[in-house]
């Protein structure tokens, strides 16, 4: 089984850009969850929420200002509401690296697969791959667009 997921992809737009894009309530709900309930920021466990899809509670690990943010979520649980420390997790990490003046690259990594349970690991982490994927390409064409 694979533990780790990662992606990179380049984005026209400046670290600072980036890094609101994903680390501020108000403009992660634009590319990413539908909405978002609680206090997002470090030590806390907000609410993603998917429409259809259900919410997934969320623990919010790092924040360090322009270059790295960091979770721990329920991957493959459409519904998981509660304590995500309780129980085996993942953890999503964004990394931002600037290029060049008018561009960065971002790294999403997801990790933990192997600790998930067995019946949910395989399918969490085929889930993930495409839904990174998409979502990742929201992110771009939220930042280079808005």
């Not at 609101?20 to 993603?48: C, D, H, R, S």
């Amino acid at each position: 089984m694979q533990n780790i997921l990662k992606r990179e992809i380049v984005i026209k737009a400046t670290q600072q850009r980036i890094y609101a894009a994903i680390a501020t309530p108000e403009l992660v709900v634009k590319w990413f969850p539908e909405t978002l309930e609680g206090a997002y920021e470090v030590g806390e466990q907000p609410i993603f929420g998917f429409g259809e899809h259900g919410q997934n509670q969320v623990y919010i690990v790092a924040a360090r200002q322009y270059d790295y943010f960091a979770y721990r979520w329920i991957p493959g649980s459409n519904h998981f509401l509660g304590d995500v420390l309780s129980v085996p997790n993942t953890l999503v990490e964004f990394r931002i690296e600037p290029l060049d003046a008018g561009s960065c690259k971002v790294t999403l990594t997801e990790s933990g697969f192997a600790q998930l349970p067995p019946e949910v690991m395989e399918a969490s982490f085929k889930q993930n791959s495409g839904g990174w994927d998409f979502m990742l390409g929201r992110l771009v064409t939220y930042v280079e667009i808005a």
